[in-house]
């Protein structure tokens, strides 16, 4: 299985892009995807989450801007990302857990990364 970002570049602040990662191989539809971002300096966190039973979740920093979606017929994970602001700056990643997707363990599947600039 491999995962491909796409869809990052420059945008200035308040301005809108949509990530996209495509899934080269087979995720059964139950296993765990996510988006993750890593600004210089800083730890890999969580964007967002759909967990094995389809439940979404995102961190206060990006909840009310930030909507992930799965296209099941086109093996797509996708990140809308709307209201951007300078500290969302950073490389984001795609992540899937491909095995045991009735148990939620670690992604085991990552991304190449794709960078997101906003400017003011």
């Known amino acids: 299985v491999q995962l491909v970002e796409s869809g990052g570049g420059s945008v200035q602040a308040g301005g809108s892009l949509k990530l996209s990662c495509v899934v080269s191989?087979?995720?059964?539809?139950?296993?765990?995807m996510g988006w993750f971002r890593q600004a210089p300096g800083k730890e890999r966190d969580v964007v967002s989450d759909?967990?094995?039973?389809?439940?979404?979740s995102y961190p206060l920093s990006v909840k009310g801007r930030f909507s992930v979606s799965r296209d099941y017929a086109k093996n797509t994970l996708y990140l809308q990302m709307n209201s951007l602001k300078i500290e969302d700056t950073a490389v984001y990643f795609c992540a899937a857990q491909t095995s045991f997707c009735r148990t939620p363990l670690a992604y085991d599947t990552w991304g190449q990364g794709t960078q997101v600039t906003v400017s003011s």
């Open positions: 191989g087979y995720i059964p539809n139950n296993c765990r």
């Open positions: 759909i967990s094995s039973d389809g439940t979404i």
